[in-house]
C-alpha cells in the first residue's frame, strides 16, 4: 500500500533557472530578471508538479551553442514525456520552455492559450 505521507524531498533551486542564467554568474541579479525567465522556471515548475519528476540534474551543463542544442532536445523530451498530462498541457510547455529567449511568448500570449484551448472564456 502507498504511503499516504507527504515527500520530503527537496530540490536544488538551480534546476529552474533558465538557460541564460548560469552562463551570467557575473552579471548582478538585476541584469538576470526578465520574463523569460520566469516563464521558464513557470514551466518547470509546472511540469514538476504535473509529472512528478525533476526536468534536469543542472542547468549548468548547457552553456555552450552546442550543449544548448542538445538541451532543446532535452527540452522536447520533457514535453513529450507530460504525454499523460492533457495536450493543452503540452502545448503550454512547449510555448513556456524555449532555449532561446528569443523564442519565448509572452505571459499574456501564454495565459490566452491557455484560456483558448480550455475553453475558459465567459460565456
Known amino acids: ?3 499516504t505521507r507527504p ?3 527537496s530540490l536544488p533551486y538551480h534546476i529552474f533557472l533558465a538557460p541564460e542564467r548560469p552562463s ?4 548582478p541579479p538585476s541584469a538576470l530578471v526578465s520574463p523569460s525567465i520566469d516563464i521558464w522556471s513557470l514551466g518547470l515548475c509546472l511540469y514538476t508538479l504535473v509529472t512528478g519528476e525533476k ?3 543542472s542547468m549548468y551543463q548547457y552553456q555552450n551553442s ?3 542544442q542538445t538541451l532543446q532536445g532535452h527540452v522536447d523530451g ?3 514525456s507530460a504525454g499523460q498530462a492533457d495536450a493543452s ?3 503550454l510547455l512547449s510555448r513556456m520552455l524555449q532555449v532561446s529567449p528569443d523564442l519565448c511568448d509572452s ?3 501564454l495565459i490566452h492559450l491557455w484560456i483558448q484551448e480550455n475553453q475558459l472564456e465567459d460565456e
Open 107 to 109: 505571459l499574456d500570449s
Open 24 to 27: 551570467s554568474p557575473t552579471l
Open 89 to 91: 498541457f503540452q502545448l
Open 7 to 9: 515527500t520530503t524531498t
Open 1 to 3: 500500500m502507498p504511503s
Open 66 to 68: 552546442g550543449e544548448r
Open 55 to 57: 526536468p534536469f540534474e
Open 78 to 80: 520533457l514535453v513529450a
